[in-house]
């Protein structure tokens, strides 16, 4: 009885084996995986704005990193993204209306230290 189990073992791990290996029929041992990429990486020709980063998912791995601290920190960088942006526009505003209400001319210079006293 013993040796039936140990005969019936080693047919396992041969057929196992072969099956892993790729003997016989097919086209040899199992193809490479390709690892795994974001499907859609953030834009190198121009800024990312808060759409690039909603969209943005990472790819999951055997001993990855928790979904939630990146999805949390994705998050901010969208928040602080939009801010940002927002506060930008406001001063290009801010400017635009300086320019034209100077004649088109913004002085640059920098106060006098005895005008600030």
């Given at each position: 009885?013993?040796?039936?189990?140990?005969?019936?073992?080693?047919?396992?791990?041969?057929?196992?084996?072969?099956?892993v290996v790729g003997g016989g029929e097919g086209d040899g041992p199992l193809p490479e995986a390709a690892p795994e990429r974001l499907q859609d990486p953030l834009p190198?020709?121009?800024?990312?704005?808060?759409?690039?980063?909603?969209?943005?998912?990472?790819?999951?791995?055997?001993?990855?990193?928790?979904?939630?601290?990146?999805?949390?920190?994705?998050?901010?960088?969208?928040?602080?993204?939009?801010?940002?942006?927002?506060?930008?526009?406001?001063?290009?505003?801010?400017?635009?209306?300086?320019?034209?209400?100077?004649?088109?001319?913004?002085?640059?210079?920098?106060?006098?230290?005895?005008?600030?006293?």
């Amino acid at each position: 009885m013993f040796l039936f189990l140990v005969v019936a073992l080693a047919v396992v791990v041969a057929a196992v084996t072969l099956a892993v290996v790729g003997g016989g029929e097919g086209d040899g041992p199992l193809p490479e995986a390709a690892p795994e990429r974001l499907q859609d990486p953030l834009p190198p020709d121009r800024p990312v704005n808060r759409a690039d980063i909603d969209s943005l998912r990472f790819p999951l791995a055997a001993r990855g990193y928790r979904m939630a601290d990146v999805d949390d920190a994705l998050s901010r960088l969208g928040a602080e993204l939009a801010e940002r942006d927002a506060r930008i526009a406001d001063l290009e505003s801010a400017l635009a209306g300086a320019q034209m209400g100077s004649g088109g001319r913004v002085p640059m210079e920098k106060p006098d230290q005895e005008d600030q006293q």
